[in-house]
C-alpha cells in the first residue's frame, strides 16, 4: 500500500500533541474501503512513534452502528483515530468507548486534501474562542439566527451543556473532530421554529448547487423546497428514521484557517459560518436516537445569544 509521507508526519503529531497518546496505551485506528490507504498511514505514524497500533478496515457505511467486530475493537482501545466515511461520532458503539475512557478523534470523510492542507492550525485561538462561546451558550436560554438569505430561525437551548472542540483531546473520554474548531450544542428536540436556508454543503451530500429552504416546526423539517438540492436532500432522507428530520445540534465555526472546500469536516469548522444538524444527537447531551447525524453550513450569520449578537455576518463581534 503507498504510504503518503506528509500524511504519515501530520498524523505523528496529532497522536502525540491533540490526543497525548502514551507508550504504553493501546491505539486503534478505524477505516473504510473508501479511506483504506488514508487510514492505513495513520496507523503507520502509530507504529513509528512505538506505540501499540491496532488498524481495522470497516466496510463503508450510510447509517446505522458499526459491525460488531468494529465496536469490540472500539470498547478495548484507549486512544481512537475514525477515519471512516460515516460519522461514527454519534453512533452508540462510540459512545460507550468513551464512557469507557477512550480517548477519540472522530475524522469522518476525512481525505488526502484535508490531511495535507488543514490539520495544522492554530489550536491556541480555537480553544480561546470555543471554550469562551461554548461557556455563553450552556447558561443561555435562546439562539436566533438570521441570514440575508431570509434564514430566521429561534432554536432553544436552556439546561443543555455546550462543548468546545478545540483540539485537545488529552481528557479521559474525550471526544472532538480534527482538524477542530467549533462550539456545538443539542437544541431541545421538540421546539424551535423558523426558516434555514442552507447555501454552503451538506453533509453527504456536499456543496448544495442551489439554495435549500427548510421550514423548522416543533424542532422538526416540516418542508424541504428549492431546485436540484433540494430533491437531493429529500432522496437522502427517503431510507433514513424519522428522527433524521429533527433538530440535532446548533454549531458556530472557530478556525480561521480552515475554507469552504466541500467537505463539513472542514466546512463546519469556518469562522464566520454556523451550522445546524439533524438526526441523531444523544451523544452530545441531547434525547433524539436516529440512524443518521448530518450537518447543514450556513455562511454569513447573524447570531444572537439570549439577546446579545455574538456573530454580525459572520464577523464574531462578542
Sequence with gaps: MNINRKIV??????????????????????????????????AVAGRECGISTTYVEAPSQAKGEPPATVGAAMSEANVEFLLTSMSYSHVNARIAATNK????ASMPMMNTDIAENYLNADYPLIKKVSEQLADMLTTAKVVRVVTDKGTDVTLYIEGRSCHADTGDLTETGALGNLPAGEAYIAPLENVGEGKII???????LGPVEDDVILTLSDGRITAIEGNKSASDLKKFLEDKDEEAWGIAEFGIGTNPGAKIIGHPLVDEKVWGT??????????????RQSNIH???????????IDGQLVLDHGNHVY
Design 198 to 204: 442552507v447555501d454552503g454543503c451538506i453533509a453527504y
Design 274 to 287: 454556523i451550522h445546524i444538524a439533524f438526526g441523531m444527537n444523544a451523544s452530545m447531551g441531547g434525547t
Design 101 to 104: 475512557g477512550a480517548r477519540i
Design 294 to 304: 448530518y450537518d447543514c453550513i450556513i455562511n454569513s450569520p447573524t447570531v444572537w
Design 9 to 42: 508526519e501530520a498524523a505523528k503529531k496529532l497522536i502525540i500533541d491533540c490526543l497525548g497518546t502514551k507508550k504504553d496505551e493501546q491505539l486503534l485506528i478505524v477505516g473504510d474501503e473508501k479511506t483504506s490507504e488514508l487510514a492505513y498511514g495513520f
